[in-house]
């Protein structure tokens, strides 16, 4: 398999290959701001880092820390503690997921079967460290070119890759049995916690600025300052984001374009068409009937 050098780009070969793909990232990168995407996400940190907001989630970031994400959280790297920030990104198509999983074992249970006290992050010690780069080298040396085929690469990378998720689904599971503190929502600060806690409950409302601040007794200028500095973005980027992955979550569980529409806090349907197809690509609609296809 060819090592990739962008996020974005190897999201999009992921979706387009119906398949896998792996980016080994350095500070050349610049972090995205908060987004979402259709395919899942495994994030190895091997640098380290600070913060890495995931839905309403602040976590710290070690090295060794895996991050597993699917389609519907929108997620944001907040700050790190250095120019140079090294990670893999391994991105997948939901589609490849089914395709290598069983009926007595769904691969795809760390991204989607969520409990109350889940955490994203999963820190591994040295012998997980090991064993999980051990199966990503393994991905990335056996390289084919049209010129010089490998044979049975395709099985190869298939097996390889299946074990690598049964590896991390292993670790997230064995994670589920532990403690509810254990489940790390690190915030940065009480009073962020609070203001992040706030916009989840009341997503669906309207949320202003003026509202926000009013609520917590505090200037509109203040509070814009304080959440920009905290977590690397504005107040409205956030709200956007967060409503557009409730959003991309309700569709593909069927709910009507329409109701989806109010439920996630946009109360003209114009304007949530509008901010759905920027931040997505295509229309609700058409993601809905994207979705319940890929049921």
Partial sequence: MKELFSCTQATKEAMDQVYFSIAHLYKEEKALEMHIHDCYELYYSISGGKQFLID??????????????????????????????????????????????SDATDLSACFLKRPRSFSHRLPLNQNQQQRFRYYVNQLLSDTATPAAPVYG???????????????????????LGEPAAEAENAVYNKQI???LAYLNQ??????????????FYLSDSY????????????????????RISIAKSLLADGMDASLVCSQC??????????????????SPKKYALQSQKLL
């Fill in 56 to 101: 309403n989630h602040f976590y710290p970031i070690e090295p060794g820390d895996i991050f597993v994400i699917n389609p519907y959280e929108s997620h944001y790297i907040a700050q790190f503690d250095s120019d140079s920030h090294e990670r893999l990104v391994i991105s997948i198509h939901p589609d490849f997921v089914r395709q290598l999983s």
């Fill in 153 to 175: 690469q395709d099985l190869y990378e298939r097996a390889i890759f299946t074990e690598l998720l049964l590896f991390v689904n292993r670790c997230y599971l064995n994670r």
């Fill in 202 to 215: 009341n997503i669906s409302e309207p949320l202003s600025i003026s509202d926000l601040a009013s609520h």
């Fill in 265 to 282: 806090g946009y109360h003209d349907y114009s304007n949530f068409v509008r901010a759905f197809t920027g931040a997505v690509g295509i």
């Fill in 193 to 195: 916690d609070e203001i």
């Fill in 223 to 242: 509070i814009c300052r304080i959440f920009k500095t905290s977590t690397g973005m504005t107040l409205h980027k956030y709200i956007t984001a967060r």
